[in-house]
């Protein structure tokens, strides 16, 4: 259930009873359960005329359920290494990493031929290493990378430029022909971070109807 408010965010007992494939009651006593730990919560929404319908929601203890890979820990070692080795310092130790992280992506990537398939393995490497990823379709047709949760997120507080360097690494990965751009962001107050992926248009359109 704690699982379920994480990926999809704020549900009604209803909605999440479907998707587990249980009934509201079971819902609503187990949710009960979960409110007394302190792992949920809850908004009223008055959508229609009638009652208010109660929506659901993960509370900081709740998402503290989940992976953080020593989070805390992280963000200590990187003001040390700051306070050490200054911001130049800092940088060489991200640029490292990004560096890292980019040769591992673009080894799991490179034998894919299409975008989608890239952001596919993308967000599968991605959920491994603790976000909780998935690539889907947009309405109007973009793929976004979703991201449910961030298990750098305290460190990524801290210092700011490991957000940054994930872009880069993200654009890196999946190549020059590609657009990518953060329209959810964690740190900004969203319950996740969000990319869009869109394929540059040649900038001949000409030479694209001639190829």
């Known amino acids: 259930m704690l699982y379920s408010l994480k990926v999809a965010g704020p549900l009604t007992a209803a909605a999440l009873g479907e998707r587990l494939g ?8 187990m949710l009960a359960r979960l409110g007394e730990d302190g792992l949920v919560g809850f908004e009223d929404s008055r959508e229609s005329v009638g009652r208010p319908k109660r929506y659901w929601h993960l509370t900081d203890a709740g998402n503290a359920q989940f992976p953080d890979n020593h989070a805390a820990l992280t963000a200590e070692i990187l003001a040390s290494v700051s306070a050490v080795f200054g911001d130049a310092g800092l940088d060489s130790l991200i640029s490292h990493r990004e560096k890292a992280t980019l040769n591992q992506y673009r080894a799991a990537l490179e034998p894919l031929d299409s975008i989608e398939a890239k952001v596919r393995q993308l967000a599968e490497i991605r959920s491994a290493e603790g976000y909780m990823a ?8 973009d793929l976004v990378l979703i991201e449910n949760h961030c298990p750098i997120c305290v460190a990524a507080k801290a210092c700011q430029k490991l957000c940054r360097s994930e872009l880069e690494v993200f654009q890196g990965a999946l190549g020059p022909d590609v657009e990518i751009s953060r329209f959810e962001h964690i740190l900004k107050g969203a319950r ?8 540059k248009q040649p900038d001949n359109p000409q030479l694209a109807m001639k190829l």
């Open 192 to 199: 996740r971070c969000a990319y869009r992926i869109t394929e």
């Open 134 to 141: 998935e690539a889907k379709h947009e309405l109007n047709g």
């Open 22 to 29: 249980i009934t509201p009651v079971a819902v609503r006593q």
